[in-house]
């Protein structure tokens, strides 16, 4: 009996994760659901990292961090709530109490309760004790995270160093002397079928072709460089069938069903190849293309080494026109923000402490560029913004922390070389750097709830607009409950005129709650948007949520556009978005993106649009008036077809997620 529960257990967590194997392949995610990570620093970006890695199927996660939760934690890591901050309880008991083990039932999460320091000497033993497959270290002051990414390095275990400073931080890899990846480009080596040969020459040592095929090539399917496989050829031509098996690489895609090839035939082949080459007519035959993996082994510096001298680490060093120098000027201010911290008991500096802050950064960066005014407002601005904790940045730093770590363990996906940083120095509020005592008084009555560094650095105004906000989220998957939960997080929605609506008709499968944390493996066939919003309303009260168990009708909402001539009803959708002052779209068709952006255009309203394509993403803001709206074209539809992670309704387009769900049907069938 327990070997048939644990069969039926490794089915389920198979289904669980079948939307990641044609991304991650069946190896890659073997290796994930076999790693033992290590997060160490639990404010919000660590946070993040610690609910991504536990979503993401990892084994075994422990987490560490005996601070106190603060007041200002809350505004950057949802899963805190006001009693935890009310009690000072230690950040690593409420992470663990909060639902980071019910996110995933197949794996656990333990904190390991006997580090009593967040220093080097407190935090190193735990690390001498165990060898974890990857370790993330998160907004720790600059000395530990050397001491810590110090012995990974020469332990050989790849680390993975995040830290946020308010609106702008950085993300560092560092994977060892020779990491081995297997796949660089990370996607689905999907086979393509070829109906001739439409051209043949001998290049070098090389036999060179030129194949048609029977479908167009997706952008970014392939790609000049990729290494590919022929098979299955056959043909009048008897030197067809020597093709199969052959490799070589990609030189070129020159129309959408043309694609050029360079192979190995060897020597005594090329001879016979550069007779049939004179035949100017294509040769028909029939064979497969087969992309493979494009694999690499990278050598990365140390923390200390890169930090002191980033030099070509800097990831994305100069803009295109040579100009740019905003990933220095990052780094030097992220220097001397530590120096900072590291002098004045770990806090950043006040917006009258930041002459001398500046001024070290144009120090550092006289070489590199002239910190005149305008710079030197970027450097006060970000500088300024560095005390807040934020509950976006938080995200987004976590996301990207979390998403490198998962290249560590699973050796797919190019990895940051090495050190990013990258900043959101536009969300910054105009008077910063002009507040007055009137402003900062009235932000502080924020000062003891969830929205404390938000509403300060936003100023009250600004917060309270957030607040009175009335966004409609179309669509309730992987992207629209993580852009959810965050929204609630910040407050979205909470005050007296605001609120959150949310839509989607689909209903949850085992294979949804690998993605956001907002369905559990208990909510298996319930509606994603009543489920959502059930779990909105914990994560924060505040929050008026209303959820519509409905498809979204698009065509009504076009046709019910206050400019449109017919008098159409006024279905649900189109009142949604009448009633909203912002719209977002995360859906996976992208017909339903485009009608969806046109009637939000006919009426007037914001639309934030949002996609995924495995380790990729895009979005795009559309605004009444000023931009056009989305207009997904044939290219980007074929490419969605293509993609495995973000399918409608009971539709399964890949082999393994196909098997992997009737194989969990089975079984929950046989469980009963």
């Known amino acids: ?36 990570a290590l997060v160490v ?39 805190l709530r006001p009693e935890d901050a009310e009690r000072g309880d230690v950040r690593r008991d ?132 990729d290494p590919i496989e022929l098979q299955q050829f056959s043909g009048a031509a008897p030197l067809h069938t020597q093709l199969n098996g052959l490799r070589g690489r990609v030189v070129g895609v020159a129309a959408p069903q043309l694609v050029t090839v360079d192979v190995d035939v ?57 100009n740019g120098c905003e990933q220095e000027l990052c780094h030097a201010l992220s220097r001397a923000l530590e120096d900072f911290r590291a002098a004045h008991g770990g806090r950043s500096p006040r917006v009258d402490e930041l002459p001398p802050v500046v001024e070290r950064v144009r120090e550092r960066c006289a070489s590199l560029v002239a910190v005149e005014d305008d710079v030197a407002d970027f450097v006060r601005v970000l500088g300024a913004a560095a005390r807040f904790s934020l509950q976006p940045f938080a995200a987004f730093f976590g996301g990207l922390a979390a998403q490198e770590a998962v290249k560590a363990v699973t050796a797919v996906g190019a990895p940051l070389r090495q050190l990013l ?33 938000q509403a300060a650095f936003l100023g009250a105004a600004a917060h309270e607009a957030l607040q009175n906000l009335r966004l409609f989220v179309v669509g309730a998957g ?32 085992r294979s949804n709650t690998s993605r956001q944390r907002l369905f559990l493996e208990a909510d298996l066939g319930a509606n994603k948007a009543l489920t959502a919003a059930r779990a909105l309303r914990a994560l924060n009260g505040d929050v008026r949520v209303e959820a519509a168990a409905a498809m979204f009708s698009y065509r009504d909402a076009v046709l019910a556009a206050p400019c449109d001539d ?19 779209t995360a859906l996976d068709s992208a017909a339903a993106r485009n009608d969806t952006s046109a009637a939000c255009c006919r009426w007037g309203r914001p639309v934030l649009n949002a996609g995924t394509d495995g380790l990729r993403a ?16 044939a290219t980007d539809a074929a490419a969605a077809a293509a993609g495995h992670h973000c399918v409608p309704p009971g539709v399964r387009r890949s082999v393994e997620h196909c098997v992997a769900t009737a194989v969990a049907k089975f079984a929950d069938y046989v469980a009963g």
């Open 421 to 453: 940083y990258h900043n959101f120095f536009e969300a910054a509020p105009d008077d910063l750097l002009a507040r007055d005592a009137a402003a900062d008084a009235a932000a502080a009555a924020w000062a003891a709830t969830r929205y404390a560094d």
């Open 266 to 322: 060897g020597a005594a082949a090329l001879g016979d190849w550069q007779q049939a080459a004179d035949v100017a007519a294509p040769q028909a035959t029939s064979g497969v293309l087969r992309p493979l993996p494009l694999q690499a082994t990278l050598a990365f510096r140390p923390y200390a080494e890169v930090f002191a001298a980033p030099e070509e680490a800097l990831h994305g060093r100069r803009s295109a026109d040579g």
């Open 478 to 509: 992987a992207l629209g409950c993580e852009l959810l939960c965050h929204a609630a997080a910040m407050g979205i929605g909470a005050g007296a005129a605001g609120g959150v609506t949310v839509a989607d008709a689909d209903w949850i499968e």
């Open 1 to 36: 009996m327990a070997a048939f529960e644990a069969d039926i257990s490794s089915v389920r967590r198979h289904d669980r994760n079948s939307r990641q194997v044609p991304v991650l392949g069946v190896a890659g995610q073997q290796r994930l659901s076999e790693c033992t």
């Open 618 to 633: 895009n979005s795009s803001v559309h605004l009444p008036g000023v931009s056009r709206p989305l207009r997904a074209t």
């Open 94 to 225: 409420v992470s663990l109490r909060a639902p980071l083990q019910a996110l995933n039932a197949f794996g656990a999460v333990t904190a390991l309760e006997d580090v009593s320091s967040m220093t080097a000497d407190g935090l190193l033993p735990a690390l001498q004790r165990q060898r974890y497959s990857v370790v993330v270290l998160c907004d720790l002051p600059r000395g530990v995270a050397e001491a810590l990414a110090t012995h990974c390095h020469e332990a050989g275990v790849p680390v993975v160093v995040a830290n946020v400073y308010g609106v702008f931080g950085s993300v560092f890899c560092d994977f060892g002397d020779a990491f081995d990846v297997c796949d660089l480009r990370a996607r689905p080596q999907l086979p393509f079928s070829v109906e001739a040969i439409a051209s043949a020459s001998v290049a070098g040592e090389r036999l060179r072709l030129t194949l048609k095929l029977f479908e167009a090539v997706a952008p970014a399917a392939l790609a000049t460089g």
């Open 566 to 584: 017919a008098a159409a009803p006024v279905a649900f959708c189109s009142a949604a978005i009448d009633g909203a002052d912002v719209v977002v």
């Open 41 to 79: 620093g639990l404010r919000g970006a660590g946070a993040q990292v610690a609910k991504n890695l536990v979503l993401g199927g990892v084994e075994r996660l422990s987490i560490v961090d005996c601070e106190p939760v603060r007041w200002t934690d809350l505004s950057g890591n949802e899963m």
